[in-house]
């Protein structure tokens, strides 16, 4: 089965550059998903197709991809996107998602 | 407005039943490919099955877990999706949440989750 890796946490100051990096082997054959999740709140999608983003979402969010590695960069990160972001991806019928990173901006 | 509304969660005790909904609006269900996932607490995604759409056959797949014990069905009058869940186990703890796959756009969407607490 497929695995997703991720960094545990990532810290950055209000302003910086936060990078989520997300790998597995499933990556170099299926696109890359990224949502965010704050506390009691539904899962939102920010990144979809490795580096596509849906309407509403800012353009600080942006996705990479690099063989079997995606990264989620958000550029000037705001206080308010301090919250857990997943990678996913569809493998085997399946979903597979990563261990989530828990993003503190502060 | 896509809006993806579980219920049905609670406290059951192991070997029980529940059976949880995903009321959909801003969209047609019949149409759509579902999934159920969930995260149990402290822990990682998990996805737990899927139903296709009706012009793609209309077909269910389990994760291991729960293939036989779980089953993934929807209402289309009522626009929602179902979760049977028969012979609960303690690991079956968890938030339940459903998600919209939209195949034309490729964009995902995922209600607010419904928590299903397994124990005696």
């Known amino acids: 089965s497929y695995e997703l890796t991720q960094p545990s946490s990532v810290s950055v100051s209000p302003g910086q550059t936060a990078r989520i990096t997300c790998s597995g082997d499933?990556?170099?054959?299926?696109?890359a998903r990224w949502f965010q999740q704050k506390p009691g709140q539904a899962p939102v999608l920010v990144i979809y197709k490795d580096s596509e983003r849906p309407s509403g979402i800012p353009e600080r969010f942006s996705g990479s991809s690099s063989g079997t590695t995606v990264t989620l960069t958000i550029s000037g990160a705001q206080v308010e996107d301090e919250a857990d972001y997943y990678c996913?991806?569809?493998?085997?019928?399946?979903?597979?998602f990563g261990g989530g990173t828990k993003l503190t901006v502060l | 407005e896509v809006q993806l509304v579980e219920s049905g969660g609670g406290l059951v005790k192991p070997g029980g039943s529940l059976r949880l909904s995903c009321a959909a609006s801003?969209?047609?269900?019949?149409?759509?490919?579902m999934s159920w996932v969930r995260q149990a607490p402290g822990k990682g995604l998990e996805w737990v099955g899927r139903i296709k759409s009706k012009t793609d056959g209309g077909t269910t797949d389990y994760a291991a877990p729960v293939k036989g014990r779980f089953t993934i069905s929807r209402d289309d009058s009522k626009n929602t999706l179902y979760l049977q869940m028969n012979s609960l186990k303690t690991e079956d703890t968890a938030v339940y949440y459903c998600?919209?796959?939209?195949?034309?756009?490729?964009?995902?969407?995922w209600g607010q989750g419904t928590l299903v607490t397994v124990s005696s």
């Open positions: 996913y991806s569809a493998a085997d019928n399946n979903l597979v």
């Open positions: 998600r919209w796959y939209d195949t034309s756009s490729a964009i995902d969407y």
């Open positions: 801003g969209f047609t269900l019949s149409n759509a490919w």
């Open positions: 499933v990556l170099a054959k299926k696109y």
